[in-house]
Every structure is written in C-alpha cells, then in structure tokens.
C-alpha cells in the first residue's frame, strides 16, 4: 500500500521542516492555519498532530509560557492521535540545558511525564532537528497508512 498524503504545516511555524530528505520521494507539503500543532495531514487536521519543539523553546513552554501551552496539550489530547517531537536528546536535555534558562531540566522532564501521561500525547525527544524531521514524517505517515488500512476493512 502506498503513501499519498500532503502534509501540512502551520503558517505560524517559524523552523519549518522541509521533508525534502524523505527517500524515495518527499511528501507534498502545503502550509495554512492549524489550530493545533505543527504539522498534520490534510484533510485530518482535526484527527492528528505533531508539535515540533527545540530545546530552547521547551524549556519556555514548560516555564514562563506554561499556561499557553498545556492549553495546548488539553487540545492535543482531544487529536486521535497527538505527538510532542523535541529536537534534542534527554540525556542532552540534561548535559546541555538551554544557556539562559532557570528552569531545572528535572522539573521540565517532570512535566513531560505528567503531561504525556494526563493529556496521552506521544512524546518523541530525538537526537537532533533531522531524526524529529523524519519521526514526524514517520508517525504521520503511519497515521495515514493505519487510517486507510481500517478503512479498507
């Protein structure tokens, strides 16, 4: 079974991943509002989500801007499926904490267990911005292809 779906960026991204190192081919990418996430499929936005975090950006998520984004996550939770990819490592989230944070990486690794858990998002820290690219692809892709498979039955 093939793979035919368009990926959808939110507007607002400000890294935006290109894909364009997906083999054997890149996937189509078209780039509008999404109300929740980063990245999704077209025509299921309101079925599955990817947010695309740095580390630095973490660290902001889970401290100053901590109201903003588990509001975030409670919509995320309402997705079939929902993904947080973070582009660094935990063992880097640790060794390497951003340089002008006070926020503990024990009390942000905390977080994400508390928030994976009460909101079922996936969680998904990766060892660098390609690796979070390609599993973001990957778990949309697999989202896809299962979708098609139960509607197939």
Not at 11 to 35: A, G, H, M
Not at 131 to 150: N, P
Request: aromatic share 10%; charged share 25%.
């Amino acid at each position: 079974m093939t793979s035919d779906f368009t990926i959808v960026i939110d507007n607002r991204e400000q890294k935006p991943y290109t894909f364009q190192n997906i083999k054997p081919e890149p996937p189509q990418t078209v780039t509008q509002t999404l109300k929740t996430g980063d990245y999704s499929i077209q025509g299921m936005e309101g079925l599955v989500t990817c947010e695309r975090k740095e580390i630095s950006d973490l660290f902001s998520s889970v401290g100053k801007n901590r109201a903003r984004f588990e509001r975030e996550m409670q919509r995320m939770s309402e997705m079939q499926h929902a993904a947080l990819i973070i582009e660094t490592s935990l063992a880097s989230m640790f060794t390497n904490p951003p340089r002008h944070t006070k926020m503990n990486p024990k009390s942000v690794f905390r977080t994400l267990i508390a928030w994976s858990q009460r909101y079922g998002v996936h969680i998904w820290p990766m060892w660098s911005r390609e690796s979070a690219e390609k599993a973001t692809y990957l778990i949309l892709k697999r989202y896809f292809d299962d979708h098609l498979e139960r509607k197939n039955r």
